[in-house]
């Protein structure tokens, strides 16, 4: 009863508030980012041939974006220029976000394999935060660093929301 009382108050909150787009990740075997950190300052302006590496926040024009996926230290060509969902050059995955301050996020397992989330560092299997499968969730309030999570299988997908 506890635990469907708070995930009805973050969604009361989400409803609410300013929310992000909601996310959407196929969680693999390597710990990856599904959430960029948050706040002023923490993006940098758009320029040709910018080295990116995964989670990286840039400006561009009037929006902000983040490295949903990038090879390593690879020099972007083109700008992003999409106000919602994922844009890609070829190289570089970005996903357009608010850049104010997180005031929620949850993310939910929508899979079929336990996963493991991680705030501020990278997500280490087997340690850490676990969402069981099909429906395990972890919500909080007021974080504005990344997440990261990871899968001990192939592949497996979480819903993420924030606001």
Do not use: H
Not at 78 to 92: E, F, K, L, R, W
Not at 104 to 128: C, E, K, M, P, S
Not at 130 to 154: D, E, F, K, P
């Amino acid at each position: 009863m506890k635990k469907i009382l708070s995930v009805l108050c973050v969604v009361l909150c989400a409803a609410l508030c300013r929310a992000d787009e909601p996310g959407s990740f196929q969680v693999l075997t390597n710990s990856q980012v599904i959430a960029c950190s948050r706040g002023i300052g923490s993006a940098v302006s758009w320029a040709t041939n910018l080295v990116v590496r995964q989670g990286m926040q840039i400006k561009s024009g009037p929006a902000y974006y983040w490295a949903v996926i990038a090879p390593t230290n690879v020099s972007g060509t083109n700008a992003p220029s999409t106000m919602s969902g994922d844009v890609s050059d070829g190289n570089i995955t970005w996903r357009s976000f608010n850049n104010g301050r997180r005031n929620g996020v949850i993310v939910v397992n929508d899979g079929t394999n336990v996963v493991y989330v991680a705030f501020g560092n990278r997500a280490i299997l087997n340690n850490g935060i676990r969402l069981n499968a099909s429906g395990g969730s972890v919500s909080v309030a007021n974080y504005q660093g990344i997440l990261s999570a990871i899968c001990g299988v192939n592949s497996n997908r979480v819903t993420i929301q924030e606001w």
